[in-house]
């Protein structure tokens, strides 16, 4: 699963992926995109924090409707799409 946006100040351009395996070999891939025609996929930016010049945290939510694609999310059939919604937290640490 993967879950990516540019948050500058508002959350914007965010994607949600979700890969299916079966025996090491991906059998389906689950997009949502911004777009309400690609899963109107939205992302609220709750907090953050930043601790010298070494952590930052990013915490929030999303919610959209994921549905299947082949073109890696530049085509989302929504016919028999599955509602999502989740929390995230993210910590980034400098590395030394």
């Not at 949600?16 to 090491?24: A, F, G, K, M, P």
């Not at 085509?75 to 989740?86: E, F, H, K, T």
């Amino acid at each position: 699963m993967s879950l990516s946006f540019e948050a500058p100040r508002e959350p914007g351009m965010p994607h949600l992926d979700l890969s299916q395996y079966e025996n090491r070999k991906r059998v389906a891939l689950l997009s949502d995109r911004e777009h309400q025609n690609r899963g109107g996929l939205s992302v609220t930016h709750d907090s953050h924090a930043v601790e010298g010049t070494r952590r930052l945290s990013v915490g929030g939510s999303f919610k959209g409707t994921l549905g299947p694609s082949e073109t890696y999310g530049r085509d989302i059939d929504l016919s028999n799409a599955v509602p999502v919604s989740g929390n995230f937290t993210v910590t980034l640490e400098a590395l030394d």
